[in-house]
């Protein structure tokens, strides 16, 4: 298995580890983005707010279990009020990008949603420049022309363009842009450092309690809806609870295929997940698709593949 500073052949064991590893992270993305689509737009299901705090509410628990009871990974506690305050400021802005994303899948097909997500690269490089003023080289912005280029292109050539699903769907990908950013800028001490599972072990309690107050203002009577519902089909009881749940194995599937796998596999298993998600979902959905939409789609993937090249050399 391979690791920073000692590469071994990895043994066979560990080959099926990591390809189960693989298989399981884009099972559970895939299978989550999916179900969102289908519980938001085709099931009726109209509540973005309330899904993603059942989410973030089984990743409140699944956290707990994986890192306290199973000891997934070690677990890393809040060691100041500042760290607390910083931490919950990640969380807000991990929320709105949650929300936005569920909110743009109910107008918009999971192709377009992916082919939008993918300029996530664009969205970083503007935000690390306002707000740490870091430059890059002048080829790594280039790279960014046909990232964006992509989606403009997408934009015209797709048949179920929706304006505020547009809108909702660029908030999300700046968001999870922002984010990245922040968290590199506000736990970067050593003291302050995070991994994946504990912070979303800490960040998760936290976007349940924003998100309580957001569901019960802008979603009125939405658990009395959802228990109506129930009595009539309790297949959406089931349809939340096993949503909820691959929306945590997402990060831990994440998190452990970040462990075995070298930064560069991890990149190019994205950039293939993201093409995958696409395919799987129009087979599924039958969502119409113009060639000038997988064009656009395709000059943004490879946008982001150069931009990752790009930024690998400049290092």
């Given at each position: 298995?391979?690791?920073?500073?000692?590469?071994?052949?990895?043994?066979?064991?560990?080959?099926?580890?990591?390809?189960?590893?693989?298989?399981?992270?884009?099972?559970?993305?895939?299978?989550?983005?999916?179900?969102?689509?289908?519980?938001?737009?085709?099931?009726?299901?109209?509540?973005?707010?309330?899904?993603?705090?059942?989410?973030?509410?089984?990743?409140?628990?699944?956290?707990?279990?994986?890192?306290?009871?199973?000891?997934?990974?070690?677990?890393?506690?809040?060691?100041?009020?500042?760290?607390?305050?910083?931490?919950?400021?990640?969380?807000?802005?991990?929320?709105?990008?949650?929300?936005?994303?569920?909110?743009?899948?109910?107008?918009?097909?999971?192709?377009?949603?992916?082919?939008?997500?993918?300029?996530?690269?664009?969205?970083?490089?503007?935000?690390?420049?306002?707000?740490?003023?870091?430059?890059?080289?002048?080829?790594?912005?280039?790279?960014?022309?046909?990232?964006?280029?992509?989606?403009?292109?997408?934009?015209?050539?797709?048949?179920?363009?929706?304006l505020f699903g547009f809108i909702m769907c660029i908030s999300a990908t700046a968001a999870?842009?922002?984010?990245?950013?922040?968290?590199?800028?506000?736990?970067s001490s050593e003291g302050e450092k995070l991994n994946s599972m504990n912070l979303l072990?800490?960040?998760?309690?936290?976007?349940?309690?924003?998100?309580?107050?957001?569901?019960?203002?802008?979603?009125?009577?939405?658990?009395?809806?959802?228990?109506?519902?129930?009595?009539?089909?309790?297949?959406?009881?089931?349809?939340?609870?096993?949503?909820?749940?691959?929306?945590?194995?997402?990060?831990?599937?994440?998190?452990?295929?970040?462990?075995?796998?070298?930064?560069?596999?991890?990149?190019?298993?994205?950039?293939?997940?993201?093409?995958?998600?696409?395919?799987?979902?129009?087979?599924?959905?039958?969502?119409?698709?113009?060639?000038?939409?997988?064009?656009?789609?395709?000059?943004?993937?490879?946008?982001?593949?150069?931009?990752?090249?790009?930024?690998?050399?400049?290092?």
């Open positions: 298995m391979s690791t920073k500073g000692n590469w071994s052949p990895p043994s066979v064991s560990g080959r099926l580890v990591t390809l189960g590893l693989v298989a399981s992270w884009y099972s559970s993305n895939i299978g989550v983005l999916l179900l969102n689509k289908y519980l938001l737009s085709n099931y009726g299901f109209k509540y973005p707010i309330f899904l993603t705090m059942c989410h973030m509410t089984a990743c409140s628990l699944l956290s707990y279990v994986a890192i306290a009871w199973l000891r997934v990974v070690p677990m890393q506690t809040v060691r100041s009020r500042l760290q607390f305050v910083k931490i919950a400021a990640l969380s807000v802005v991990f929320c709105g990008s949650v929300v936005s994303g569920n909110v743009s899948l109910r107008y918009l097909p999971v192709s377009f949603n992916q082919a939008v997500g993918a300029t996530t690269p664009f969205f970083t490089a503007v935000f690390a420049y306002i707000i740490t003023v870091k430059r890059e080289a002048w080829l790594t912005y280039v790279t960014l022309i046909p990232v964006v280029a992509g989606v403009v292109i997408a934009s015209g050539g797709e048949p179920s363009f929706q999870r842009a922002l984010k990245s950013v922040l968290q590199g800028i506000l736990l072990l800490h960040m998760a309690p936290i976007a349940v309690v924003f998100l309580l107050p957001a569901t019960l203002v802008m979603e009125k009577n939405v658990v009395s809806i959802t228990l109506a519902l129930a009595r009539e089909d309790n297949k959406i009881i089931y349809y939340l609870l096993f949503n909820s749940a691959l929306a945590y194995f997402v990060n831990l599937t994440n998190f452990l295929v970040t462990k075995h796998t070298s930064a560069l596999t991890l990149q190019v298993l994205g950039n293939a997940k993201g093409a995958v998600a696409v395919v799987v979902s129009i087979l599924i959905f039958k969502n119409p698709v113009t060639v000038t939409g997988m064009l656009g789609y395709t000059v943004t993937v490879i946008g982001v593949i150069l931009y990752g090249e790009a930024k690998k050399r400049n290092k």
